[in-house]
């Protein structure tokens, strides 16, 4: 019966329109989606002459996903990148974004109306139909990787090693989680109920050795913190909240590679582990979520060696 039933599930994973995409994630140098249990795999975006992709985001609705895409490679001048919203059948590219600022992670409004990114080391918002910006902030360090709360009120976003927190205008900016030379801070993201932002957090010793990469969950409330407790070899390379009962996780470190990115679904309360991606030589990382069960993703390209569901020990 457990045999039966193992190959029942192989055959799910092999039928491409029983299920909906919700997740989507970075997987060498493209843009994939796939299910929740890591099954049907598909190419969204490729590359194109050789130049990435990066952080692509669901919009709020489910029907696009923001992403960075690098700009022509000019000779003798630093690649940038623009950001670019496509349709989440694959249809409708466009560059929302001008000009040849260098531009970083974006994130959605709630009312799917503007994202908030990052250009020249400060965070603005646009309008994606007016092209109108917004500057939120003027700092001499890096900001960076910034978060907007699905209650539309926060900005969370890292401002060198420390994840800060401003009102969506702008307001009220502040350190949230102040970071220092023992431990830095990144890529802050929003539990759903806007209560709570989860970062990824690298800590040094004294010597300055690196002695972990750790998620941390943060109430913003209560100022309480929560270390995931993942594998002791796992470094981590991003994290999101997949609903409020699970993480989806990028990390390293599985079976003792420290060189493979891979996705994993984290729950909450038990700690299960389950490995949603698995691609032989490319590493699969920048996962995000959406909360919408009407998805249909209009396959490119079918991946191989994605959906193995293994439950990893913590």
Same mark, same amino acid.
């Given at each position: 019966?457990?045999?039966?039933?193992?190959?029942?599930?192989?055959?799910?994973?092999?039928?491409?329109?029983?299920?909906?995409?919700?997740?989507?994630?970075?997987?060498?140098?493209?843009?994939?989606?796939?299910?929740?249990?890591?099954?049907?795999?598909?190419?969204?975006?490729?590359?194109?002459?050789?130049?990435?992709?990066?952080?692509?985001? *669901? %919009? $709020? &609705? +489910? @029907?696009? #996903? /923001?992403?960075?895409?690098?700009?022509? =490679?000019?000779?003798?001048?630093?690649?940038? !990148?623009?950001?670019?919203?496509?349709?989440?059948?694959?249809?409708?590219?466009?560059?929302?974004?001008?000009?040849?600022?260098?531009?970083?992670?974006?994130?959605?409004?709630?009312?799917?109306?503007?994202?908030?990114?990052?250009?020249?080391?400060?965070?603005?918002?646009?309008?994606?139909?007016?092209?109108?910006?917004?500057?939120?902030?003027?700092?001499?360090?890096?900001?960076?990787?910034?978060? *907007? %709360? $699905? &209650? +539309? @009120?926060? #900005? /969370?976003?890292?401002?060198?090693?420390? =994840?800060?927190?401003?009102?969506?205008?702008? !307001?009220?900016?502040?350190?949230?989680?102040?970071?220092?030379?023992?431990?830095?801070?990144?890529?802050?993201?929003?539990?759903?109920?806007?209560?709570?932002?989860?970062?990824?957090?690298?800590?040094?010793?004294?010597?300055?050795?690196?002695?972990?990469?750790?998620?941390?969950?943060?109430?913003?409330?209560?100022?309480?913190?929560?270390?995931?407790?993942?594998?002791?070899?796992?470094?981590?390379?991003?994290?999101?909240?997949?609903?409020?009962?699970?993480?989806?996780?990028?990390?390293?470190?599985?079976?003792?590679?420290?060189?493979?990115?891979?996705?994993?679904?984290?729950?909450?309360?038990?700690?299960?582990?389950?490995?949603?991606?698995?691609?032989?030589?490319?590493?699969?990382?920048?996962?995000?979520?959406?909360?919408?069960?009407?998805?249909?993703?209009?396959?490119?390209?079918?991946?191989?060696?994605?959906?193995?569901?293994?439950?990893?020990?913590?």
């Amino acid at each position: 019966m457990v045999l039966q039933r193992s190959i029942f599930c192989c055959l799910l994973c092999l039928l491409p329109t029983l299920a909906h995409a919700k997740i989507v994630f970075k997987s060498g140098s493209d843009i994939y989606v796939m299910d929740d249990d890591g099954c049907n795999a598909k190419m969204l975006v490729k590359k194109v002459d050789g130049r990435y992709l990066m952080w692509p985001v *669901w %919009s $709020p &609705d +489910g @029907k696009q #996903i /923001a992403f960075l895409r690098q700009r022509p =490679i000019v000779p003798k001048q630093t690649p940038t !990148d623009a950001i670019f919203i496509i349709n989440s059948d694959g249809t409708g590219e466009f560059r929302v974004t001008e000009g040849d600022d260098d531009e970083h992670i974006a994130s959605w409004s709630p009312d799917g109306k503007h994202l908030v990114f990052v250009s020249q080391y400060d965070a603005w918002t646009i309008d994606i139909a007016t092209k109108a910006l917004r500057r939120l902030t003027h700092t001499v360090s890096l900001t960076a990787q910034v978060a *907007w %709360s $699905p &209650d +539309g @009120k926060y #900005i /969370a976003y890292r401002e060198g090693l420390t =994840i800060n927190l401003m009102r969506a205008n702008g !307001d009220n900016q502040r350190a949230l989680v102040p970071g220092d030379r023992f431990h830095w801070r990144y890529s802050p993201r929003w539990s759903p109920n806007s209560q709570a932002v989860v970062y990824y957090e690298v800590t040094f010793n004294q010597q300055r050795d690196l002695v972990s990469k750790k998620a941390v969950i943060h109430n913003i409330k209560t100022g309480k913190r929560r270390i995931v407790q993942t594998p002791d070899n796992w470094s981590i390379h991003s994290a999101c909240f997949m609903g409020s009962k699970y993480l989806l996780i990028s990390a390293k470190g599985r079976h003792g590679n420290p060189d493979k990115l891979e996705i994993y679904r984290y729950h909450l309360v038990t700690g299960k582990i389950v490995n949603l991606t698995n691609t032989p030589a490319v590493d699969d990382s920048q996962p995000d979520w959406v909360d919408d069960d009407v998805l249909s993703v209009s396959p490119k390209d079918k991946k191989s060696n994605v959906g193995n569901t293994k439950a990893v020990k913590p």
